[in-house]
């Protein structure tokens, strides 16, 4: 294999996980846009440990709408993307992290797995297994500064790109 192949999958890796992540934190509402319209979305739920299945952008969306990630936050201990050995111009993507809910702290690590294909605009999520880590559950402790604390927040859609131009941002063509 290549080193410019191998690069050109870390580069396409690291900006996929920095984009999806924050969309995540900051505009959970867009998280969807980075799916393929006919798409597999694959969750174990946390307290019924069912598995669950959708197939299309708009479940995804409905989805993550029931989740309500605007109740989370997560971060990102390792990534890692490799070539798909099936078919080219598609890459796994590995991710471990935490997610923190904000109301209490709790924090669970996790593992998500992505398959993303290159599409004429960039790159799209067409699989996504997502797992919680068992026995990984701490509660953390936040502390916030008088200034911190007092400070607005900066309105989320002065800070990121439109969905359009998230995709345009992980085109790599």
Same mark, same amino acid.
């Given at each position: 294999?290549?080193?410019?192949?191998?690069?050109?999958?870390?580069?396409?890796?690291?900006?996929?996980?920095?984009?999806?992540?924050?969309t995540l934190n900051e505009s959970p509402?867009?998280?969807?846009?980075?799916?393929?319209?006919?798409?597999?979305?694959?969750?174990?739920?946390?307290?019924?440990?069912?598995?669950?299945?959708?197939?299309?952008?708009?479940?995804?969306?409905?989805?993550?709408?029931?989740? =309500?990630? @605007?109740?989370?936050?997560?971060?990102?201990?390792?990534? !890692?993307?490799?070539?798909?050995?099936? /078919?080219? #111009?598609?890459?796994?993507?590995?991710?471990?992290?935490?997610?923190?809910?904000?109301?209490?702290?709790?924090?669970?690590?996790?593992t998500q797995t992505f398959l993303l294909?290159?599409q004429d605009n960039g790159f799209c999520?067409?699989?996504?297994?997502?797992?919680?880590?068992?026995?990984?559950?701490?509660?953390?402790?936040?502390?916030?500064?008088?200034?911190?604390? =007092?400070? @607005?927040?900066?309105?989320?859609?002065?800070?990121?790109? !439109?969905?359009?131009?998230?995709?345009? /941002?992980? #085109?790599?063509?």
């Amino acid at each position: 294999m290549s080193a410019e192949k191998t690069n050109n999958e870390e580069i396409v890796s690291r900006a996929f996980v920095k984009q999806y992540y924050h969309t995540l934190n900051e505009s959970p509402q867009f998280l969807h846009m980075f799916y393929k319209d006919y798409c597999l979305l694959n969750r174990l739920g946390s307290l019924t440990h069912v598995k669950k299945t959708v197939w299309t952008r708009k479940d995804v969306k409905d989805e993550f709408l029931a989740v =309500k990630f @605007e109740d989370f936050t997560a971060e990102i201990e390792t990534s !890692l993307g490799v070539p798909y050995p099936v /078919e080219h #111009s598609r890459i796994i993507v590995f991710v471990n992290g935490h997610l923190t809910r904000k109301k209490d702290n709790v924090r669970n690590r996790f593992t998500q797995t992505f398959l993303l294909a290159q599409q004429d605009n960039g790159f799209c999520v067409v699989n996504d297994i997502f797992r919680f880590k068992k026995g990984q559950t701490q509660t953390q402790t936040c502390f916030l500064t008088e200034t911190e604390s =007092k400070s @607005e927040p900066e309105p989320v859609a002065s800070r990121l790109p !439109l969905p359009d131009e998230l995709i345009r /941002e992980l #085109s790599f063509t």
